[in-house]
């Protein structure tokens, strides 16, 4: 009062005057009010008009406690709330009051305590009444006691709370409701009515129940136990792998089996694990494997037919079957080589010889001028196959003949003859005389004089026409010579003192090999081979070492395919032929003398192909000696024997195309039909019969006489 009245004075003075607050004219220590220690602050701002209010809790700690301090005058009201801190037995709160000036001397301090938050029911309420002073802190505390016993957050309901088993801390208010007959939840209803006890239910399968309890306090739907199946469409015992499975809650159908799921086809009984695997291009035992147990399935094989082809399945399917790939064709056999065959057709798809080929119709199987469309030739028989022989347009004007003409001297002896090309023949003989036809002439230039003295004879002739033409000699004397057209001279290379009877030449790698046989040895009756390279010294020229007969002719289509003939002309064992054999470069005889009986001396040999050969010679006991070759063996050939002639050289062109000559002066024909005499002229002795073709045949014999068909 007295700080107001000496303010006053200053006033009345005509001083300005300021009216202290309470707070100044009552100055208070707040600063214990405002720690960290303090919970919560009620009211506007700290003034000296404060209260400390500590709130003190026993027997539980609450999840929420509301501060409330209200002005009984005015009813105003500040308000805090608080979470519980400390533990299940208690802990307390420090909340500074300030009340605001604006209010009365009577202040209500409130304190309720909740379990859970401050939303609920409180468990306790504390309050107090309060006159604070200016100037000074009074300190007010408020009790709250409950009971918490199991410490689950959850009041006894004995001392307020909601708890309905204080000893239990599983059992409080939202607590989950086990099957138990307890009310865990504390909601006051029994299991029978919270849980939905004893009412129908349904699980995932299907399967109906009613709920009940299980075990752990769980509530199940009591329902039979559901059984899973696979579906077995087949019914082989085996579920399908590749299903879901499908529960039953009341026993498994037909048509669903529990175990195993292992059916990799489900709608054919007969594949399933263990099922004996089949070659169908089917996992039948379902190992995830097609076929395994064969493994020749699909690799290459040679099929009937001589196809190629694969394994396959056969159609039991417990089996490999080589099944062809490509189609067969119809191979016929063609004998003459002219590409057209006949007989019954071998189904195969490689020919099944070198002699077959795909086309059939000939009507001369063994005539290689004889075939469908075939030119027609001026021999008298049907080429073309159409069932006539040639027209007279085909033979020369005035008719076809065996046309003879005069070469040389009249007592000029033709040996040997040669021609490999129309036209062009070369031909020797005693008297040291040549005679060369070289087209497009007509006429023979002889070469008497050039080629050795009228004491000469040559027996064997062979042209090389791949050298111009060359002229290759044996003499019954041994002399080896050549001779070149264009100089028109022979160039004598050796002297063997042997009777030379026949040469033949091939080429090998390019160089020229010429064959050659002798009638005669020099000591004993034997004959000789020997090879030749045409050329001059004493290296050119070698001799075999094999033991061979007299030798009158040979002829081959290569080194491979070489025959020689001769013999004996008197004994019981008279003919021999010879192979050359390419392994040994020597000759093998192909004992005809102890295979046929009733042979002469052989004189000719002519070579087809590798299948087709003929030999002919000298008859005995009225029997002539023809042989054809086969490929394998030596036969004898039905010949007519009303002449009883030796026959002296032979040419063929098929099985069915030979010409033979005689020393009578006859030329025999065989069509496949039988021999015919097609020229005779017995004042005349044929020595050598050669041809291009049916159509072009040369004979060479005595009195200089060539004769030539068709003109």
């Not at 405002?34 to 500590?54: H, I, W, Y």
């Not at 000074?136 to 199991?150: G, M, N, R, Y």
């Not at 490929?631 to 026959?647: A, D, I, K, V, Y």
């Amino acid at each position: 009062m007295n700080r107001i009245f000496l303010a006053c004075l200053v006033l009345l003075s005509g001083m300005a005057c300021t009216v202290p607050s309470l707070d100044e004219l009552h100055p208070c220590d707040i600063n214990d009010l405002m720690g960290d220690s303090v919970d919560a602050f009620l009211g506007d701002r700290p003034t000296c008009r404060a209260l400390k209010v500590s709130i003190d809790y026993s027997g539980f700690l609450p999840g929420c406690v509301l501060v409330s301090a209200r002005d009984e005058a005015s009813g105003k009201a500040s308000t805090a709330e608080i979470a519980g801190k400390g533990g299940r037995s208690g802990g307390s709160l420090l909340v500074s009051v300030f009340a605001p000036s604006s209010w009365g001397d009577s202040i209500q301090v409130e304190a309720r305590a909740y379990e859970q938050n401050c939303e609920a029911t409180p468990v306790m309420t504390r309050s107090i009444r309060v006159s604070p002073t200016t100037g000074k802190v009074e300190t007010v505390t408020l009790s709250l006691q409950a009971t918490d016993a199991d410490g689950d957050g959850y009041v006894s309901l004995l001392t307020g709370g909601t708890d309905c088993n204080d000893n239990n801390a599983s059992i409080h208010p939202g607590a989950t409701e086990l099957c138990n007959d307890i009310d865990d939840n504390c909601n006051g209803q029994s299991d029978t009515v919270d849980l939905r006890l004893g009412q129908d239910c349904s699980e995932a399968e299907g399967c109906e129940g009613v709920r009940a309890c299980g075990e752990n306090g769980a509530v199940i739907c009591n329902m039979p136990l559901a059984v899973y199946a696979y579906p077995d469409a087949d019914q082989d015992g085996h579920g399908d792998r590749n299903a879901a499975p499908v529960a039953f809650c009341a026993g498994i159908p037909q048509g669903y089996v529990v175990s195993p799921a292992d059916d990799c086809n489900d709608n054919i009984a007969s594949i399933r694990p263990g099922a004996m695997e089949l070659c169908n291009g089917v996992d039948d035992n379902c190992n995830d494997q097609i076929d395994e147990t064969f493994p020749d399935l699909g690799t290459a094989c040679t099929a009937t037919a001589q196809c190629a082809g694969v394994y396959v399945c056969d159609a039991s399917g417990i089996a490999t079957i080589c099944q062809a790939t490509t189609t067969p064709n119809d191979w016929y056999l063609d004998g003459d080589g002219d590409g057209f065959g006949v007989g019954t057709a071998v189904s195969s798809c490689i020919p099944p010889g070198t002699d077959y080929v795909t086309t059939g119709g000939d009507c001369n199987d063994g005539n290689p001028f004889t075939y469908p469309g075939a030119p027609e030739l001026c021999d008298a028989l049907d080429n073309n196959c159409d069932g006539n022989p040639e027209g007279p347009e085909v033979c020369p004007s005035g008719g076809a003949s065996w046309a003879a003409r005069t070469v040389g001297a009249s007592d000029q002896e033709w040996r040997s003859i040669f021609t490999e090309v129309p036209g062009d023949v070369t031909v020797s003989g005693n008297q040291g005389g040549t005679a060369i036809l070289t087209p497009p002439s007509s006429t023979f230039q002889t070469n008497a004089t050039n080629c050795g003295d009228n004491n000469r004879s040559w027996n064997a002739v062979w042209t090389d026409m791949t050298n111009q033409g060359r002229l290759y000699l044996g003499s019954s004397g041994g002399s080896l010579t050549f001779l070149d057209r264009s100089q028109n001279a022979c160039i004598q290379t050796h002297d063997m003192a042997r009777w030379i009877r026949g040469l033949v030449g091939f080429r090998r790698e390019g160089a020229l090999e010429i064959h050659g046989v002798t009638e005669n040895s020099g000591s004993a009756n034997y004959g000789l081979t020997f090879t030749w390279t045409g050329e001059t010294g004493p290296s050119e020229l070698k001799f075999g070492t094999t033991t061979v007969g007299p030798l009158f002719d040979l002829h081959g289509r290569s080194r491979s395919l070489l025959f020689a003939v001769g013999g004996f002309d008197s004994g019981s064992s008279r003919p021999r032929i010879y192979r050359f054999n390419t392994n040994t470069s020597q000759w093998q005889s192909e004992q005809v003398e102890t295979a046929i009986s009733g042979l002469g001396r052989l004189r000719g040999v002519w070579v087809v192909n590798d299948s087709v050969a003929f030999a002919v010679g000298d008859s005995l006991t009225g029997q002539n000696s023809v042989l054809r070759w086969d490929g394998n063996t030596w036969s004898r050939m039905p010949f007519p024997n009303t002449n009883n002639e030796t026959l002296t050289s032979v040419v063929a062109f098929g099985a069915q195309s030979v010409y033979v000559t005689s020393y009578n002066g006859r030329i025999y024909r065989y069509d496949g039909t039988g021999w015919q005499i097609v020229f005779e002229n017995t004042n005349l002795r044929f020595n050598d019969i050669a041809g291009t073709s049916p159509a072009d045949l040369w004979v060479a014999g005595n009195n200089g006489q060539i004769l030539h068909w068709p003109q």
